[in-house]
């Protein structure tokens, strides 16, 4: 009977222990999801006048300024896109937290996806004298399933990143598709001839806020974010990303994507419908 009372006792305690660890994580959950919903209200709140600011500096700038005038208006600006670049940064990670962050994966063309963001970041490529290549190292299927915008989302992040972190030479990316057994998959790399990344470090430019060296915020600026929510988002989509780099020669990301067959052509929803 003893022995009973024993085993039941602990049977009790273990189930109780899981309960707690359940409720804790539910806990933790309904933490991240307050955070979240809290997070959402806090940058409407603060979005609401940051337009105003900047619409305000955008009808200055249109005014007849002196040179010095122009170079305030311009601060204000940048200084209103650095605030709205952290507040939509903290806002996404609340989300992937929050476990609200969905995909919307289409059909579509991955090359014109690629040279779009290439053409986007060219401008910044130019202004600092920097040479920017795309290459395609392999055929590339002219219809691909995943989510676009999210893949926009992180190559804009690295291309940034390269130019930003680069004073001469080039940032190249290079796009190939290769067939692995459960379909194609993307490799992207993003390699630049830039100031490069610290041994100690490069583990934890993932990290959230993880800057490689103290005088980097001062001299580049950048919240730290950007690196820490494309992995994550490269991780939603089933692939993975990291670097390697060479302090005072250059770094490249490596991006590899898992890409489904068209739903067009025949993906498996089409194939039930038949
Ligand atoms: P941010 O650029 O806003 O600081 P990120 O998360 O994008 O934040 O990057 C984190 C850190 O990783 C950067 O501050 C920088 O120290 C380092 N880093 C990222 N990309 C590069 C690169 N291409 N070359 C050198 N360092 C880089």
Redesign the pocket.
């Known amino acids: 009977v003893e022995m009973t009372v024993a085993v039941e006792r602990d049977i009790t305690q273990a189930k109780s222990h899981e309960q707690e660890l359940a409720a804790a994580r539910e806990a933790a959950e309904d933490g991240a999801r307050a955070k979240a919903d809290f997070l959402a209200t806090m940058s409407h709140e603060i979005r609401t006048p940051m337009n105003g600011v900047v619409g305000m500096a955008e009808l200055l700038s249109g005014t007849p300024l002196t040179k010095e005038q122009n170079e305030y208006v311009d601060t204000i600006k940048s200084s209103a896109a650095a605030l709205l670049t952290i507040i939509n940064d903290v806002l996404e990670l609340s989300r992937l937290d929050a476990h609200k962050v969905e995909l919307h994966p289409v059909d579509f063309d991955l090359l014109a996806c690629v040279s779009d963001t290439v053409r986007l970041i060219r401008p910044q490529a130019n202004s600092k004298g920097l040479r920017l290549s795309l290459e395609t190292l392999t055929e590339v299927p002219e219809l691909v399933h995943a989510d676009d915008g999210r893949l926009r989302q992180i190559l804009i992040?690295?291309l940034?990143?390269?130019v930003?972190?680069?004073e001469n030479g080039a940032v190249y990316l290079r796009l190939s598709v290769e067939q692995a057994a459960s379909g194609h998959v993307a490799i992207i790399e993003?390699e630049?001839t830039?100031?490069?990344?610290p041994a100690d470090?490069i583990e934890h430019?993932?990290e959230r806020f993880?800057?490689?060296?103290a005088n980097?915020?001062r001299t580049?600026?950048?919240?730290?974010?950007?690196?820490?929510?494309?992995r994550e988002l490269v991780g939603l989509m089933g692939g993975s990303l990291t670097?390697d780099?060479t302090l005072g020669s250059?770094?490249c990301?490596s991006l590899r994507l898992p890409l489904a067959p068209p739903m067009q052509i025949g993906g498996t929803d089409q194939q039930m419908k038949i």
């Open positions: 992040n690295l940034g990143n390269a930003k972190f680069t993003v630049d830039g100031i490069g990344i470090k430019v993932f993880s800057q490689a060296e980097t915020t580049y600026g950048g919240t730290g974010l950007g690196l820490s929510i494309s670097v780099s250059g770094s990301f």
